[in-house]
DNA sequence: GTGCTTGCAAACGTTTTGCAGACTC
DNA sequence: GAGTCTGCAAAACGTTTGCAAGCAC
């Protein structure tokens, strides 16, 4: 497991642009490329869900060359750097996000339909798993599975 | 989506022994084989969490030659009946045990240790997500992540 | 004998990796 | 110039599928 290892800490101030995250990359050691100045366009300009494909062909839009492995390379390095995250919605491929706006996820297993859930429907889990397991969760990476209105 | 269609009702009565599911094959149009017969021995011995692959090997130790497209189809038709569900504790493969013993799991991030959450600790959550979206939570399905008392 | 089930091999979809060349600083 | 990043191809991973032979009923 272990799949944040020297993460830097949550939701790091100051990243609120597109520029502020590459100041954040080049302290980190990294270089500012344009395959990753156009990811973070893509991420900063449309705030839902997408799949790294779905990233890769916004990214292409403009720059046709830019890999696949590329845009998983840099989304992983977004994440290592606490700027993005990703959510697993279903049994497909993952989603990813700024971290700014992370959030729980209501998934109707029937018709795929997804809800964003505060995080305040999870405090009372939240609490109850602390007093009882002395465990903290973080409800934002896996969704929670159920039936949505229209399809009970 | 839509994952789980014809499944017949949750957790069926009288399969609380390997004959008794073995019957219920039958009832449904399926034939009893050796290798279905030794992966619900495998699956009722030992009533944990074990991967496809897991449950291979303890059928292979029995029946060298039940190759793992069997055990998944297998897994596959009890899942549709409703003895077996599967749950997604990690970035790894899926983990089968019985229906019966269904509940939810609170799964560190950092060194993968796993706690059986009883569904009572879901009711809050699963009040507030009707009342507020008409959704019917399922907190079985994928773990919720966290940081474990000994990793905080 | 009908038709469900199996082993095998091959494919699948998603993600990761090794490498040599290209780029940022 | 040092060291990071890239495109590409190939592999890895867990899972599913097509097929012809084999078995339960």
Redesign the pocket.
């Known amino acids: 497991m272990n799949r944040s290892p020297g993460r830097s800490d949550d939701a790091a101030p100051g990243v609120g642009t597109v520029e502020e995250v590459l100041a954040l990359?080049?302290e980190h050691?990294?270089?500012?490329?344009?395959?990753?100045r156009l990811l973070l366009r893509a991420l900063f300009d449309t705030p839902g869900h997408r799949?790294?494909?779905e990233l890769a062909e916004e990214v292409q839009a403009q720059?046709p060359?830019?890999?696949?492995?590329?845009i998983?390379?840099?989304l992983?390095?977004l994440e290592r750097l606490g700027v993005v995250v990703h959510a697993h919605l279903g049994h497909?491929?993952?989603t990813y996000h700024l971290a700014a706006g992370a959030h729980g996820h209501f998934v109707c297993e029937e018709c795929g339909a997804m809800i964003e859930a505060p995080d305040e429907l999870f405090q009372g889990l939240s609490q109850t798993a602390r007093d009882r397991f002395d465990f903290e969760i973080n409800p934002h990476h896996f969704a929670v599975l159920g039936r949505c209105r229209d399809c009970r």
């Open positions: 990359v080049r050691g990294g270089r500012v490329t344009s395959s990753r799949t790294a494909e720059a060359d830019v890999h696949l492995s590329t998983y390379r840099n992983d390095e497909g491929p993952a």
